[in-house]
């Protein structure tokens, strides 16, 4: 069956732009979780949606938001970006995001210039 | 090869022998654990995970080992091979109202020389 499809796999966006991220997660997956990964912090949990709902939230500032749809599809938002959120964004998806096997997206390279 | 007692950033070995990758988790009350490999340009890929109320699990040619007392992690991987070489990063989870949210360890960059 099909992996974890986040789109784009590149971004490139100016300071003050804003950008959304998508991810599609394994068929039957209902959780929905996204990481930021850069080389200074490692991987920074951000947000976890099941069922529509943020169930989890990391400490990230409001500028950063997501949303999950009815098929479990979801999307991150970030606005008035900065330099400093040049990252490769993650999605990982399982069954309910307790104790079952989460599994990543090849990621977003987003790109602050 | 192994890197013990600290996190060691880098462990070379050689082709053929095995590896052992260690990680220091963070929480006590953490029930569930994950080991990662994520190759250049690459999400992270699942390898194998463990629960709480076990002390071992093997898969094909990985083992992970989990010291609850210590709060230890290790991943072996037998016959290490040039394609075993990448970044490989422990993740815990733990309590029901942390749903969804891995802790990740720093990462060991594995390097296989052949």
């Known amino acids: 069956k099909a992996g974890v499809t986040q789109t784009p796999r590149y971004l490139i966006k100016t300071r003050g732009q804003q950008v959304t991220l998508s991810c599609s997660p394994i068929?039957?997956?209902?959780?929905v979780s996204w990481y930021q990964q850069t080389p200074g912090q490692g991987l920074q949990f951000l947000f976890e949606y099941f069922s529509e709902t943020q169930r989890n939230k990391g400490n990230f500032p409001g500028r950063f938001s997501g949303r999950q749809f009815s098929n479990s599809r979801s999307e991150m938002n970030v606005s008035t970006l900065e330099l400093g959120d040049s990252a490769l964004y993650l999605c990982?998806?399982?069954?309910?995001?307790?104790?079952?096997?989460?599994?990543f997206g090849q990621g977003t390279r987003l790109t602050v210039v | 090869g192994e890197n013990v007692g600290l996190h060691l950033p880098t462990l070379s070995v050689q082709e053929g022998d095995n590896s052992i990758i260690n990680c220091a988790y963070s929480?006590?009350?953490?029930?569930?654990f994950i080991w990662y490999k994520q190759e250049s340009g690459k999400g992270p890929q699942f390898i194998i995970d463990i629960r709480s109320n076990m002390d071992k699990r093997q898969g094909q040619r990985v083992t992970v080992l989990l010291n609850k007392t210590v709060k230890h992690l290790s991943l072996q991987i037998a016959a290490t091979q040039p394609g075993d070489s990448a970044v490989y990063f422990c993740a815990e989870l733990y309590g029901s109202g942390n749903t969804g949210k891995l802790i990740f360890g720093q990462g060991t960059t594995l390097q296989v020389k052949p």
């Open positions: 990982a998806s399982s069954f309910t995001g307790t104790d079952t096997e989460a599994f």
């Open positions: 068929s039957g997956h209902r959780s």
């Open positions: 929480n006590s009350a953490s029930d569930y």
